[in-house]
């Protein structure tokens, strides 16, 4: 039973270009977080979709990020226009359900690591 | 705007002796808080969660308790063993599974373990 894949696990990027993060929830999961960590600090809540739907973007810059579920695929972050604070590690979670099992449980995958030059 | 704090960035403990981790909130429509243990390179694993209905849950080694009126909930690790050193993240949420609006994390505290 694979758990929550994101790949790919390290990105290097310049100025400028396009970042786009994979991520895939574990078997019978519809939900899914994106969490961005900055050096230094915790994890931040960007995102979180169902499939087709995103629920709740308030931790997304309003520029340049985007995410996606859709109903066939991965969910992807995508990241325009890249900049040096772009820099970090992006963890991607998933859930069975909204509001999770009993433990209030967020499985994470093992990250992805984009640097920018 | 902070709203879990760990007030301590690392933490050293002597093998077999207990660790305590503290986290701090401010928001009191919190409902959920989990810990989670993250080594390098890693993502976050799932420690032990407790909801605010209760001060106290246990798994094996690792009890977190929760005092609703200061705001404050602790981890506790006895015995304390070489491969709990990581980095032990603190979260919370309004909800299980982290609701609308996720989890929220704390900055997390290093514990590392001295054989």
């Known amino acids: 039973n694979a758990g929550v894949m994101q790949n790919p696990r390290h990105l290097v990027r310049r100025r400028g270009q396009e970042a786009r993060l994979r991520c895939s929830p574990m078997k019978g999961h519809s939900h899914v977080y994106w969490y961005r960590q900055l050096p230094e600090e915790g994890l931040k809540f960007m995102v979180y979709?169902?499939?087709?739907?995103?629920?709740?973007e308030s931790g997304m810059p309003k520029e340049r990020f985007s995410a996606e579920f859709p109903k066939e695929g991965p969910s992807i972050l995508r990241i325009q226009q890249v900049v040096r604070g772009d820099s970090a590690a992006y963890f991607c979670a998933s859930s069975p359900t909204g509001t999770g099992d009993n433990t209030g449980e967020l499985f994470f995958g093992e990250g992805s690591r984009l640097t920018v030059l | 705007d902070q709203q879990v704090k760990q007030n301590s960035p690392s933490l050293s403990v002597q093998e077999g002796r207990i660790s305590i981790l503290n986290c701090d909130y401010t928001?009191?429509?919190?409902?959920?808080f989990l810990w989670y243990k993250k080594y390098p390179a890693e993502g976050p694993t799932f420690l032990i969660s407790?909801?605010?209905?209760?001060d106290k849950n246990e798994d094996g080694r690792f009890t977190v308790f929760l005092n609703k009126s200061a705001k404050h909930l602790s981890l506790h690790i006895v015995p304390s063993q070489p491969g709990d050193s990581a980095v032990y993240f603190c979260?919370?949420?309004?909800?299980?599974?982290?609701?609308?609006?996720?989890?929220?994390f704390g900055k997390g505290t290093h514990l590392i373990i001295q054989p």
């Open positions: 979709l169902q499939k087709e739907n995103i629920i709740d």
């Open positions: 979260a919370a949420s309004e909800g299980p599974g982290g609701g609308a609006d996720g989890l929220t």
């Open positions: 928001n009191s429509m919190f409902d959920y």
């Open positions: 407790i909801s605010s209905i209760k």
